[in-house]
């Protein structure tokens, strides 16, 4: 499975920016897919996940401002952030965890930079 990220770039706090992640090779239809980021020096934190079914979680400080969704379809998942503040500026990576023939699997897009400048 290949994730490819899209959509990262400069914007100025409180503007918006989308970034998507597009999923080609699976053959699980059971899925989570969600985004993960990771400030300069500091550990990955999840931002937000969805599930197959459209159930999603938030980190808590991106409640609000940030939205995650999917098409099935396309096997691609979406982040519209809103209000974005400099805090927000981190490398964004979409993860995919899935399951096939019983077996789990976890795969990592390759990151796409989010800047957000004051």
């Known amino acids: 499975v290949q994730l490819q990220a899209f959509g990262g770039g400069l914007v100025q706090a409180g503007g918006s920016l989308r970034v998507s992640c597009a999923a080609s090779?699976?053959?699980?239809?059971?899925?989570?897919m969600g985004w993960y980021r990771q400030a300069p020096g500091k550990q990955r934190e999840l931002v937000a996940a969805?599930?197959?079914?459209?159930?999603?979680t938030y980190a808590d400080s991106v409640k609000g401002r940030f939205t995650i969704t999917r098409d099935n379809v396309k096997d691609t998942v979406y982040l519209q952030m809103n209000s974005l503040q400099p805090e927000d500026t981190a490398v964004y990576y979409c993860?995919?965890?899935?399951?096939?023939?019983?077996?789990?699997?976890?795969?990592w897009g390759q990151g796409t930079l989010v800047t957000v400048s004051s």
């Open positions: 090779g699976s053959i699980s239809s059971t899925n989570d």
């Open positions: 969805i599930t197959t079914g459209g159930m999603t």
């Open positions: 993860r995919r965890w899935e399951i096939v023939q019983g077996r789990q699997y976890i795969y």
